[in-house]
T-cell receptor
């Protein structure tokens, strides 16, 4: 099964760009990569999803290299409200829909 | 509005009692999931279901049971066999193979 590895925690300051990288060395051909954001005592919220190269939406960008063994979530100009835990999830397309989350990265944004 | 609803939000239970957590969705999703989250930890998969009347064990299914009699509903029962049930429980739904999950607000279970 594809296992994801992320840094446990990261610190940043308001206005900076934050990049969080996730490793998924044994990702399968049909697997998508999805990132979620979770605030304390709430359910995770979908941020962005991609398969290869680069995807951008109104809140983030997702960079996926050609070998797809890692992905990087980029948050431009973070604010205090971006303090949260971020999870990358590899959609196990060929594993009957079993979706396993990694440990997540706790991002702390300081003023 | 479309969404996924969990109830109750808070639940207290005495040791030895079974409790059932409700999860209902009106998003017409085939797949539904139950995760457990302990303080400062990630999400661990308990059970998941891709279709009505079928479900699969996740990584920590012992002490839990589920049913999927309707597409909209995926209740989780925490049985007395679960040795450490105090946790935050999250239900999610999604389209098969999409990787995009919609989560409920969670149910916090405390065993007294």
């Amino acid at each position: 099964l594809a296992k994801t590895t992320q840094p446990i925690s990261m610190d940043s300051y308001e206005g900076q760009e934050v990049n969080i990288t996730c490793s998924h060395n044994n990702i399968a051909t049909n697997d998508y990569i999805t990132w979620y954001q979770q605030f304390p005592s709430q359910g995770p919220r979908f941020i962005i999803q991609g398969y290869k190269t680069k995807v951008t939406n109104e809140v983030a960008s997702l960079f996926i290299p050609a070998d797809r063994k890692s992905s990087t979530l980029s948050l431009p100009r973070v604010s205090l409200s971006d303090t949260a835990v971020y999870y990358c999830l590899v959609d196990l397309y060929n594993q009957g829909g079993k979706l396993i989350f990694g440990q997540g990265t706790e991002l702390s944004v300081k003023p | 509005d479309g969404g996924i609803t969990q109830s109750p939000k808070y639940l207290f239970r005495k040791e030895g009692q079974n409790v059932t957590l409700s999860c209902e969705q009106n998003l017409n999703h085939d797949a539904m999931y139950w995760y457990r989250q302990d303080p400062g930890q990630g999400l661990r998969l308990i059970y998941y279901s891709q279709i009505v009347n079928d479900f699969q064990k996740g990584d920590i299914a012992e002490g839990y049971s589920v049913s999927r009699e309707k597409k909209e509903s995926f209740p989780l029962t925490v049985t007395s066999a679960q040795k450490n049930p105090t946790a935050f429980y999250l239900c999610a739904s999604g389209r098969q193979g999409s990787g995009e999950l919609f989560f409920g607000e969670g149910s916090r279970l405390t065993v007294l």
